[in-house]
Nanobody, 123 residues
Framework: QVQLVESGGGLVQAGGSLRLSCAAS??????MGWFRRAPGKEREFVAT????????YYGASVKGRFTISRDNTKNTVYLQMNSLTPENTAVYYC??????????????????WGQGTQVTVSS
């Protein structure tokens, strides 16, 4: 059974930074990434890392402030979040897929999910 375990969430002041980590049990990774859900809002794509060629993709609202990276020896993906604002407050979910059944920016492409980690940005 594939398990994704997130860590690194917490409370930070606006303008601060956080680094999220997601460690996956062994599976053949095609891509691993992050989505988030803010209260009262739809699940939103944040970023993803394509294992085969190292391509990265970002949601428009985080591009330039967030950076996704990986340690492929550990099946681990990281999300460095800088210049955080209260609008970034959400539960952040790690997601993984072994293949490509749709766009990597859509949540239904991913078969594996973590339990979520809360990120709260205070003003």
């Amino acid at each position: 059974q594939v398990q994704l375990v997130e860590s690194g969430g917490g409370l930070v002041q606006a303008g601060g930074s956080l680094r999220l980590s997601c460690a996956a049990s062994a599976f053949s990774v095609y891509a691993m990434g992050w989505f988030r859900r803010a209260p009262g809002k739809e699940r939103e794509f944040v970023a993803t890392f394509k294992w085969s060629d190292g391509s990265t993709y970002y949601g428009a609202s985080v591009k330039g402030r967030f950076t996704i990276s990986r340690d492929n020896t550990k099946n681990t993906v990281y999300l460095q979040m800088n210049s955080l604002t209260p609008e970034n407050t959400a539960v952040y979910y790690c997601a993984g897929t072994s293949g490509l059944s749709g766009s990597l920016t859509y949540w239904y492409t991913y078969a594996y999910w973590g339990q979520g980690t809360q990120v709260t940005v205070s003003s």
